[in-house]
Structure formats: structure tokens, C-alpha cells
T-cell receptor
Framework: KQEVTQIPAALSVPEGENLVLNCSFT??????LQWFRQDPGKGLTSLLL?????REQTSGRLNASLDKSSGRSTLYIAASQPGDSATYLCAVKYGGATNKLIFGTGTLLAVQP | GAGVSQSPSNKVTEKGKDVELRCDPISGHTALYWYRQSLGQGLEFLIY????????KSGLPSDRFSAERTGGSVSTLTIQRTQQEDSAVYLC???????????????FGPGTRLTVL
């Protein structure tokens, strides 16, 4: 069964700290992996997408890595800010006829000022 | 241009009533997806449309759920005879058709919060 897990479920850090969010998936035959953030009561905002052939993607203070062989991805946030507080979700797309995303359980991040 | 839009943003209905949720994808996006986000189940896939191909309905939880996409653009998700367990946030996403230079990144709308009393 294709499952996606995120650890930790919740994380609280002081402003300015660098942090890492983890995502693991049981089936390594992924097509791509996408990281999202979700603010309370809002939809999902796409942060980064990594293709299966890539090892990492960067956008501003965010860096996402992918290690297919170990079934893991990490989202690194540098110099965290209170505005980074949100739920972070990773989602995996597998090849085949369907393009559906399989979502992880999410990490609730709180950055304390 | 505008992002994915959904309406209504909130819907409260009584058990047994039918509801229709609407999604307007990003212009030019050929693929459209519906997902559901509930407290107990997290985010789960419901249905996927790609151009004129037959939709992937593998995620629909029961035959009370149906969706259509007219003219390759706007989509409507219909839930018949709503039950309390249908209460959730229904999210729509769209993406461009994947190709050599197109990654198929999915962009989400703000969602419709459905409450069944």
C-alpha cells in the first residue's frame, strides 16, 4: 500500500532557527513529490515540486531534497519567521494512468517570535 | 491570471439534502482534481479529469458522489442524500498537461467547507 508519513506531527521553534521537516513514502517508484503549506481555514499553497530524477529544489529560504532509494524527502527552512507558521504537507504522485496525489499527515509548525 | 476558484466557500445543509460544489480551474489547465480533507481521514483523492479522457473516479467514496466537467473547464461535484460523515473541506486543484517541459504541478483552490447537520 502506498503511504506517506510526516514526522514530526507538530513542531515549535523560536524565530530565526533553521529547521527540517521530514516526509517518508513506502513505495519508492514515485513520479514526483510536492510540498505544500496550508494556513488555517485556507487551501493549499504549492511550495516546491521535485521530479523523480532530481535530488533537490530550492526557492528562497526553502530547500527540498529527495532520496528515492530510502523513500524520504526533507523540507529545510532557513532562518524561520513567524509568518512561516502553518501546516506543511508533502504529497507524492506515482506513475500510471492516475495523476492523483497521495498526501502525508502534515506537520504543524509554530515559529515563536 | 486568477488562481483556482471554488464556490460556495461555506455550505451548511441538512442530512438527506443534495449539494453542488463548483470549481473554476486556472485558465489553460487541462487537468482538474477533487480532494476531500476531513479530520479523521486527512487529505484524500476523489476524482480526476484530463481533457476529454474518461475521468478517474477511483476515489469517490460512494455512488452518492458524482462529478462532471463541462466544456473542459468548470467542474461540479454533486453529493446526493448528504450524510453527516460527508462533512469536510472539499478542495479542487488543476494542472497543466504534463510534457517534456511541463511538470504537472497541482494548484489548489481555497476549498468549500461542507457541514451536514
Amino acid at each position: 500500500k502506498q503511504e506517506v508519513t510526516q514526522i514530526p506531527a507538530a513542531l515549535s521553534v523560536p524565530e530565526g532557527e533553521n529547521l527540517v521537516l521530514n516526509c517518508s513514502f513506502t513505495d519508492s517508484a514515485i513520479y514526483n513529490l510536492q510540498w505544500f503549506r496550508q494556513d488555517p481555514g485556507k487551501g493549499l499553497t504549492s511550495l516546491l515540486l521535485i521530479q523523480s530524477s532530481q535530488r533537490e529544489q530550492t526557492s528562497g529560504r526553502l530547500n527540498a531534497s529527495l532520496d528515492k532509494s530510502s523513500g524520504r524527502s526533507t523540507l529545510y527552512i532557513a532562518a524561520s519567521q513567524p509568518g512561516d507558521s502553518a501546516t506543511y504537507l508533502c504529497a507524492v504522485k506515482y506513475g500510471g494512468a492516475t495523476n492523483k496525489l497521495i498526501f502525508g499527515t502534515g506537520t504543524l509548525l509554530a515559529v515563536q517570535p | 491570471g486568477a488562481g483556482v476558484s471554488q464556490s460556495p466557500s461555506n455550505k451548511v445543509t441538512e442530512k438527506g439534502k443534495d449539494v453542488e460544489l463548483r470549481c473554476d480551474p486556472i485558465s489553460g489547465h487541462t487537468a482538474l482534481y477533487w480532494y476531500r480533507q476531513s479530520l479523521g481521514q486527512g487529505l484524500e483523492f476523489l476524482i480526476y479529469f484530463q481533457g476529454n479522457s474518461a475521468p478517474d473516479k477511483s476515489g469517490l467514496p460512494s455512488d452518492r458522489f458524482s462529478a462532471e466537467r463541462t466544456g473542459g473547464s468548470v467542474s461540479t461535484l454533486t453529493i446526493q442524500r448528504t450524510q453527516q460523515e460527508d462533512s469536510a473541506v472539499y478542495l479542487c486543484a488543476s494542472s497543466r498537461r504534463e510534457g517534456a517541459t511541463v511538470r504537472g504541478e497541482q494548484f489548489f483552490g481555497p476549498g468549500t467547507r461542507l457541514t451536514v447537520l
